[in-house]
């Protein structure tokens, strides 16, 4: 250990504190690993600043030592392998920056810090009448900033006009140690003061940094706030259950559901992901909705809003009637056999997950996804190719669970298999991850776009497109010029 090493608590302690540095093995060795595939690695230390003037000093500190910061924003467990120091470093845990600093009613924002949960902004928008589009049944623990920043998708597609939304402005502390700010934000004076909502993410000027910043797994900077846009909360909602043995004609009634922006809600998943979710003990009642359920189920919502919601709902029930007969398919209020269900679902879709485990560990305690961007049409295409893949390598399709997520306002969609395995079995691991990996390589090759590249898939999306990677180490070069932001991660 050199003496800069040796004599780094120190100087994170001058910066945030004593109790706010830790270099305890047992506290290090939680940040060192997740729920990936991604392989371990040590931080020296964890940090945790509170103010966005902290995380500016840190960031110089960083720049003055070479020693690389890697954010980090979520509670426990993580899934991605992003927040792994694969390179070393200081883990900048933000979870004490969790102030939900506004809540503007009249323009449907909400102005929070990274560290703000989705088990902490959901309840409190509940009172202002307001929601957040939010994935499907996220960690309560889960970064709201760190959710969008990553562009998770929202289970409601028409209110995502981009695949941005809904974020709308922030605050960032790049690698180069200085504060910036986005769209409206970057006017004079201090957010919130004179007449700015915060609201236009465009800008500066012709540039929409914001884009560059989203997805960039915290390797130009650290960002310290977002406003986000919400959405009014229903007064009145109702759910529907459309069952297949195949998917495609759930594909053509989606696609004719969103082509008109009808309902709220929409998305497909397969029996074991939606046995998953709705189980209440475990695992007799998982067990008998799995082998009851049909292999697909689509869940859509309508809702009404402030005026007349009741008639709102019901005029788009007839017309969602009219399309179903067209397509052939039959809306039902309730599951088969399983009374009370409808309700749960129902509450689930608007919350994040409370319960332990979370549902993606529930079957067997541990799970790998696999997702990327594609269109709704050819989601079958992918389905059968993983399929036919698992049937060749002897890989069970029972331990795959499919959660299909329209998005952009039916324009494209979210593709995500979920590979359920036994982390106490070495075998099963193994299996899993080389099932993983050449998953990952077959369906690139036809097609599937990998615009959140973690672990391995950097490799996948980088190796077809290295006009992006020059492109794109330019723009680490101007925004983190010493690489000292989560090195390793991307093309970088």
């Keep these: 250990m050199d003496a800069l090493t040796e004599d780094l608590p120190t100087r994170l302690k001058e910066i945030v504190g004593a109790e706010r540095v830790s270099v305890d093995s047992a506290s290090l060795k939680t940040y060192s690993k997740d729920h990936s595939f991604v392989l371990p690695r040590m931080p020296l230390a964890v940090v945790y600043p509170e103010t966005s003037d902290e995380v500016k000093a840190l960031v110089k500190w960083a720049n003055e030592s070479r020693i690389p910061l890697v954010p980090v924003s979520s509670g426990p467990t993580h899934f991605r392998g992003d927040t792994i120091p694969n390179q070393g470093g200081v883990v900048v845990d933000l979870t004490r920056m969790k102030r939900i600093l506004n809540i503007d009613e009249r323009n449907r924002a909400v102005r929070v810090e990274p560290g703000v949960t989705y088990g902490q902004l959901v309840p409190e928008l509940e009172k202002h009448g307001l929601r957040l589009p939010i994935p499907l049944l996220p960690r309560a623990s889960k970064s709201v900033v760190a959710s969008v920043l990553e562009r998770e998708p929202g289970t409601i597609p028409k209110y995502m006009w981009d695949t941005s ?250 593709c995500e298999f979920n590979l359920h395995y036994n982390p106490s079995d070495p075998g099963n691991v193994e299996a899993t991850q080389r099932f993983f990996i050449e998953a990952s390589e077959l369906l690139s090759g036809l097609g599937a776009f990998y615009s959140r590249p973690y672990g391995p898939w950097a490799d996948i999306a980088y190796s077809v497109n290295p006009d992006a990677v020059i492109a794109l180490r330019k723009l680490k070069k101007i925004f983190d010029p010493n690489g000292v932001m989560n090195p390793g991660k991307l093309c970088f």
């Design 165 to 414: 939304d809904p974020l709308l402005t922030l605050e960032i502390v790049f690698g180069t140690g200085d504060i910036f700010r986005t769209g409206s934000a970057s006017g004079i004076g201090e957010p919130g003061e004179g007449p700015r909502a915060l609201i236009n993410p465009l800008g500066p000027s012709q540039v929409d940094l914001f884009r560059v910043i989203q997805g960039a797994q915290g390797t130009l900077g650290i960002v310290t706030w977002a406003n986000l846009r919400t959405e009014v909360l229903p007064a009145v909602q109702r759910i529907f259950f459309i069952q297949s043995q195949t998917i495609e004609k759930l594909i053509e009634f989606a696609y004719r559901l969103l082509r008109v922006r009808l309902g709220d809600e929409c998305l497909l998943l397969n029996n074991l992901n939606l046995a998953s979710i709705l189980a209440e003990t475990w695992p007799e009642e998982f067990n008998k909705i799995w082998a009851e359920l049909p292999p697909w189920t689509l869940v859509f919502t309508l809702a009404g809003y402030v005026i007349l919601p009741k008639e709102r709902v019901e005029y788009q029930e007839m017309d969602m009637t009219d399309i179903a007969e067209q397509v052939g398919v039959k809306p039902l209020t309730a599951i088969p056999g399983f009374p009370g269900k409808e309700r749960r679902m129902l509450e689930m879709l608007r919350k994040p997950w409370l319960e332990e485990p979370y549902w993606k560990l529930r079957y067997k305690g541990g799970c790998q996804d696999l997702f990327f961007l594609t269109t709704l049409d050819r989601t079958s295409e992918f389905i059968e190719a993983i399929a036919a893949l698992a049937a060749d390598r002897g890989y069970p399709t029972t331990d795959i669970g499919c959660h299909i997520q329209p998005i952009t306002q039916g324009r494209a969609c979210h």
